[in-house]
């Protein structure tokens, strides 16, 4: 996060006066506390002043890695998951590859009738079926798929930045969100490669607005 002028100036008070009351802040800058309510309250969220009441604001120690660190970390997988691309085990690989396409993902998850998770589909796998002189129509999915238990998947209380790690170690593009059912594990959204690049990008650049 950028700060203006007034406000690395306010920074600068706390740290040598902390605990220190806004009306104190305001006469050193010569300002009335209305003038600087804007900025403590934007020092205070953004973690770099913290406050207690009838004592006053002190510096919390933190730079501005630290606090983007920690937003981070606090972020869910709920929060960013998009709507899963999926495709039932006797579609043909045709087909798949059609919905791959015109969806433009790259990684399809394959369901049951309870929209439980039972296989993956990855670029790679279609590119491998279609090598060779099979007919594509008549190759139904679940004989290339990537079957349970070897498939990577998440949880939408999951860390984004776990799921991140996860996408690295195993060197795939996406994972299912699941949650638990009776009937197993039900896929409720997806997180890409591409999602958590956005997010930690727009992150970054809102941070130095």
């Known amino acids: 996060m950028e700060l203006s002028n007034r406000q690395e100036q306010i920074i600068e008070i706390v740290k040598g006066n902390g605990p220190i009351t806004g009306e104190h802040i305001a006469d050193r ?8 309510r804007p900025d403590l309250a934007i020092l205070t969220m953004a973690g770099f002043l913290d406050a207690r009441p ?25 929060d960013y ?23 433009d993902v790259g990684t399809l998850f394959v369901v049951d009738d309870h929209a439980c998770l039972i296989g993956v589909l990855s670029r790679k796998d279609l590119l491998r079926a ?45 994972v299912p969100v699941v949650k638990d059912t009776e009937h197993g594990l039900e896929v409720v ?6 999602t958590i690049t956005k997010v930690f990008v727009e992150l970054v650049m809102e941070d130095h607005v």
């Open 29 to 36: 800058l010569h300002l009335t506390r209305a003038t600087l």
């Open 81 to 103: 998951q998009h709507v899963p691309v999926v495709v039932k085990e006797d579609v043909s690989v045709y087909d798949a590859i059609s919905t791959m396409f015109l969806e």
């Open 130 to 174: 279609s090598i060779g002189q099979q007919d594509l129509n008549a190759v139904p999915v679940h004989i290339i798929m990537t079957r349970m238990p070897n498939i990577t998947v998440c949880r939408k209380e999951d860390a984004l930045i776990e799921v991140a790690q996860k996408l690295i170690n195993k060197q795939i593009d996406g």
């Open 54 to 78: 009838r004592v006053g604001y002190f510096f919390t120690g933190k730079t501005g890695f630290e606090l983007l660190t920690e937003n981070i970390k606090k972020m869910e997988v709920h």
């Open 189 to 194: 959204g997806r997180i890409t490669k591409t």
